[in-house]
């Protein structure tokens, strides 16, 4: 900085914006990995609910619970996770809330459909569910990534 009048050069201001540009993109590509996390747990705990699912229908026990315990944890990781974000991409919301509501009414689906059409459990069924529910999952974490 030129001293007598406490501007920067023009090098200087040149230098000092391009600093900051690279803060700022640092802390937003910082951002993204809660929501990644998030989508990725549910991808995780989807996938083991329906493979755990068709376990336990053949056993006649422990699906209801089951069922309960992967959607207190999915709700947990949904809510705790983006509590960690300190700043967020833009677009944030709508992108979040859409995949997480695409997820959850899938979800919804899947168990309801499991339960009412396969009581007795169907390995084919539960499986390609299971991925399905993965694949929605880690869409929308590397949704989040990529934006």
């Known amino acids: 900085m030129d001293e007598a009048t406490r501007n920067p050069t023009p ?3 040149h230098e000092l914006l391009a600093k900051a540009q690279s803060i700022s993109a640092t802390s937003v590509n910082a951002a993204a990995w809660p929501v990644a996390m998030v989508f990725t747990s549910l991808a995780i705990l989807g996938s083991m609910l329906m493979v755990g699912m068709h376990i336990v229908s053949h056993t006649g026990y ?3 619970i089951l069922a309960t315990a ?3 944890w999915a709700a947990a990781t949904a809510c705790i996770w983006p509590m960690f974000q300190t700043s967020t991409k833009a677009g944030y919301t709508k992108r979040f809330l859409t995949s997480l509501i695409a997820y959850m009414v899938l979800y919804g689906v899947a168990l309801g459909a499991g339960v009412s059409l396969f009581r007795d ?3 084919w ?5 299971a991925v399905v529910l993965a694949g929605v999952g880690l869409t929308g974490a590397f949704r989040e990534l990529r934006a």
Do not use: C, D, M, R
């Not at 069924?125 to 569910?129: F, G, I, Q, R, T």
């Open 11 to 13: 090098a200087e201001a």
């Open 62 to 64: 422990g699906a209801p």
């Open 70 to 72: 992967v959607g207190i």
């Open 121 to 123: 459990g169907n390995l």
């Open 125 to 129: 069924y539960y499986a390609s569910a």
